[in-house]
């Protein structure tokens, strides 16, 4: 059975073209444009795995819907995609364990990399 | 009530135990100050001393006797300086000389107290040290709140304009590889999109430009006599062609013709922002209603649309920087969510105010009132 992975983010042509690579590489994909919409499909469905962005309703929404996640579904890897990068001086790399703990994310990842990177990282996540 | 640690520096004891029976008691207090202050205080009989002291208790001020037994007092002051301590310095001096003066002001010391000296003198001169420590610590607040304020702008600023690169990126990447087969037509809405996301960028720069015209301060010589009805409408012709794709119909309301003096920008800004969202978050076949009056000593500017509306948390999020309401009704509408925060800014500088009045899928009026005469400072 295809693995589910819960893909959240604002930007509606971002949502679009990760929905369709995903789904190239075998993945079902539920989509959500916002923390709100998220936490509603969260109520019925557990994913294999959420990516999320970062800035949403409030610039740290993939933080509190990560939260939130890890508190239901303990054992579902999470991976956070943004565009707030290295270059503005803002970086979330989740080198030590205490940042894990609490970013409470499994990946951080800058969007815009390849769909071969990004299905790299899930398979490693999903242990395929 | 808060404690400013002093330090005082001096061979000589009754000079120490004199300055600890003038200050102990001692509280300064200015209007303009949150709060009051007093005096804890340390001492230090040579510089070596004071030195052990500063590395373990940081004071806020230092008293400092120049004529020390070991180092000197401009030596302390020099040690001070290049680790760049936060520590306003007062030299006691026996004797005015311009020498140590020279030295000492350019070491950093900010006031002078020549012995012998009174309580008094010693109170005032304490007085005007914490006044000039309160100052330093304002402003250094005040540029650090600045600073941060930049970054965010900047951080945000960056994000938005990088989502609409990546995707433009996506979909000629998934052209490219002909990802959704050979048909062109299948690309549609790929391009559709695209298109979309090029004009919401070019928001954002027309905005960023007004917004660094802001910034750019005004100049007196640009002021001049402007009239609003003519602003109004040229405003309604610049809107124009989007209102027509949707079958909007624009109205202005005005009984007399109003003519002040001010920034004729400013103005164009407030009147093609408001409008073109008027026309942007509205329904197909909707109507605009621009009200331009005089009521009591303020200028009024109304703009009321038949759009789509919003909800009281909505409308209290609507003039921060780069909000834009994000729910199944805008999703659609490209914006750069800078608009009406430079609308605000302009009418914040006439000491004006601006408030919106809104009910979903009924429609929105913004009202702003900027008091006469118009202050152009």
Redesign the interface.
């Known amino acids: 059975m295809a693995k589910k992975i819960l893909l959240v983010d604002?930007?509606?042509?971002?949502l679009?073209?990760t929905k369709?690579q995903l789904e190239?590489f075998g993945f079902e994909v539920i989509s959500a444009?916002?923390q709100l919409e998220a936490e509603e499909i969260l109520l019925k469905v557990k994913p294999d795995l959420a990516i999320l962005d970062l800035?949403?309703?409030s610039?740290d929404s993939g933080f509190i819907l990560s939260y939130k996640l890890r508190h239901k579904y303990p054992d579902v890897p999470i991976i956070i995609a943004t565009?707030?990068s290295a270059?503005?001086?803002?970086f979330f790399g989740l080198e030590s364990d205490e940042e894990k703990k609490w970013i409470n994310a499994d990946l951080y990842l800058e969007?815009?990399i390849t769909a071969e990177q990004l299905n790299k990282e899930i398979s490693k996540l999903l242990k395929l | 009530m808060d404690t400013l640690k002093i330090l005082i520096v001096d061979d000589e004891s009754g000079i120490r135990s004199g300055v600890m029976r003038s200050l102990q008691h001692h509280v300064v207090s200015y209007p303009f100050m949150d709060e009051d202050f007093n005096f804890e205080l340390i001492e230090a009989a040579t510089g070596e001393e004071a030195i052990k002291i500063l590395e373990s208790t940081m004071p806020d001020i230092m008293l400092l006797d120049n004529k020390l037994p070991g180092i000197q007092g401009t030596d302390v002051l020099e040690y001070v300086k290049n680790k760049q301590y936060e520590i306003v310095v007062a030299m006691i001096t026996s004797y005015a000389s311009l020498d140590i003066a020279v030295k000492a002001t350019g070491g950093g010391a900010f006031d002078f107290i020549s012995k012998p000296f009174t309580p008094a003198e010693l109170k005032a001169s304490i007085d005007n040290i914490v006044k000039q420590l309160y100052l330093r610590r304002i402003t250094r607040k005040l540029k650090d709140e600045g600073k941060k304020t930049r970054y965010q702008f900047l951080t945000i600023l960056s994000h938005e304009m990088k989502a609409p690169l990546n995707a433009l990126e996506g979909y000629l990447k998934m052209m490219k590889e002909r990802q959704a087969g050979d048909d062109m037509s299948a690309y549609d809405i790929m391009i559709e999109r695209s298109l979309n996301r090029i004009s919401g960028m070019r928001y954002l720069i027309m905005n960023l430009l007004d917004f660094s015209k802001l910034r750019m301060g005004k100049k007196k010589e640009n002021l001049k006599k402007i009239n609003l009805n003519q602003l109004a409408k040229d405003a309604m012709i610049t809107v124009q062609p989007l209102a027509i794709q949707k079958s909007i119909e624009i109205f202005l309301h005005s009984n007399k013709e109003l003519n002040l003096t001010a920034y004729q920008e400013n103005f164009e800004l407030i009147f093609n922002n408001l409008l073109s969202n008027a026309v942007k978050y509205n329904k197909d076949g909707g109507r605009v209603d621009i009200s331009v009056r005089e009521e009591k000593n303020n200028i009024v500017i109304e703009v009321e649309d038949t759009g789509i509306g919003m909800t009281k948390e909505e409308t209290n999020e609507l003039f921060k920087e780069f909000v834009r309401i994000k729910n199944k009704k805008t999703k659609n509408i490209t914006g750069s969510g800078l608009g009406l925060s430079i609308v605000k800014k302009v009418v914040d500088d006439y000491q004006g105010i601006i408030n919106v009045e809104s009910i979903p899928d009924q429609g929105s009026t913004f009202i702003i009132q900027i008091p006469k005469p118009l202050k152009t400072e």
């Open positions: 604002d930007d509606p042509d971002f679009y073209q369709l190239k444009d916002s800035m949403m309703e610039e565009a707030v270059e503005t001086g803002i969007k815009g």
